[in-house]
């Protein structure tokens, strides 16, 4: 069955960087691409962007465009999400998911990492 | 401000049908059949309902329908179920920078 799963929850001070993983099993990894999504305490969803994990083709949300770096690792079925000069209102769950074929729907989940930025 | 404009809250009764609206522009969910629909439990992950404006992925059911008509996708769910009550997201791919974006959420209450 397709799991993604992710990294544990991370405490950063402003001003520092992030990295969460997220290692998927159950298919062929480089089939789909992995988009992440975050969510702030209370709010709604926000995609950040998508990566290809056939080539490694990225697209950025404009908001997160220079701050945030997708990558992948094939050996291990693994994606990542580096998110640099962390803010307070970075503070929120990140979510990796699946793309559902063509489209841009996501189709399973990670469960999940809260990252926290507090001083 | 999100991208899409969602009702912040609908409500209904078991049994009945509702209705959830999703309004976009020419630019994202009128221009593209993009659209798809995401169902979350508090401190859950979302779990995918619609794609392609009406497509159920296996598993899902047939209670739950998606449409679209011009700048504006909807997601119906017949005979309510308590189970049903859940925050539900809309998003579409969009020809901006952007290249998706979510609604900002409907909380569904089952009375």
């Known amino acids: 069955q397709v799991q993604l799963v992710q990294s544990g929850a991370e405490v950063k001070k402003p001003g520092a960087s992030v990295k969460v993983s997220c290692k998927a099993s159950g298919y062929t990894f480089t089939n789909n691409g992995i988009s992440w999504v975050r969510q702030a305490p209370g709010q709604g969803l926000e995609w950040m962007g998508w990566i290809s994990a056939f080539n490694g083709l990225t697209k950025y949300a404009q908001k997160l465009q220079g701050r945030v770096t997708l990558t992948t690792d094939t050996s291990t079925s693994t994606a990542y999400m580096e998110l640099r000069s962390l803010r307070y209102d970075d503070t929120a769950v990140y979510y990796c998911a699946r793309g559902y074929g063509d489209s841009v729907s996501l189709d399973y989940w990670g469960q999940g990492t809260l990252v926290t930025v507090s001083s | 401000q999100s991208a899409l404009t969602q009702p912040a809250s609908v409500s209904g009764s078991p049994g009945q049908s509702i209705t959830i609206s999703c309004t976009g522009t020419t630019s994202d969910v009128g221009g593209y059949d993009y659209v798809s629909w995401y169902q979350q439990y508090p401190g859950k992950a979302p779990k995918l309902m619609i794609y392609?404006?009406?497509n159920r992925p296996s598993g899902v059911s047939n209670r739950f329908s998606g449409s679209k008509s011009g700048n504006t996708a909807s997601l119906t769910i017949s005979g309510l179920q308590a189970e049903d009550e859940a925050d539900y997201y809309c998003s579409s791919y969009t020809s901006s920078s952007t290249y998706v974006v979510f609604g900002g959420g409907t909380k569904l209450t089952v009375l």
């Open positions: 392609d404006v009406s």
